[in-house]
């Protein structure tokens, strides 16, 4: 089966660092652009970080940028992202969402209609807390 699975979640002290991964089965990452979003309690999910399959170009939302880092590995199917210097505001479900349309890394990270990815994973979460 077609499927995203995110991992790598879990409780952290503010400072410190945690790496996400998206491991995509079913289907090869070839051609999609992903992207990493998260949704806080009573909040909505808001994309983070994205980057093309196509040319590697990479987005990130003012928040996580120069803390968070976006990439891929294309023998094992996986996107990461590397998520430094955590605060408590981080604490979240973070899941990974994939699209095979040739779209600008900024547009993923700000689509309006989540409907329209064409996979998503499960989400994992994090926690921020001393």
């Known amino acids: 089966q077609v499927q995203l699975v995110e991992s790598g979640g879990g409780l952290v002290q503010p400072g410190g660092s945690l790496r996400l991964s998206c491991a995509a089965s079913?289907?090869?990452?070839?051609?999609?652009?992903i992207g990493w979003f998260r949704q806080a309690p009573g909040k909505e999910r808001e994309g983070i970080s994205c980057?093309?399959?196509?040319?590697?170009?990479?987005y990130y939302t003012d928040s996580v940028k120069g803390r968070f880092t976006i990439s891929r590995d294309t023998a094992k199917n996986t996107v990461y992202l590397q998520m430094n210097n955590l605060k408590p505001e981080d604490t979240a479900v973070y899941y990974c969402g994939a699209d095979d349309r040739d779209i600008p890394v900024q547009a993923m990270c700000n689509i309006q209609r989540l409907g329209i990815v064409d996979y998503w994973g499960q989400g994992t979460p994090v926690t921020v807390s001393s």
């Open positions: 980057i093309s399959s196509n040319d590697g170009s990479t």
């Open positions: 079913g289907f090869t990452l070839d051609y999609y652009v």
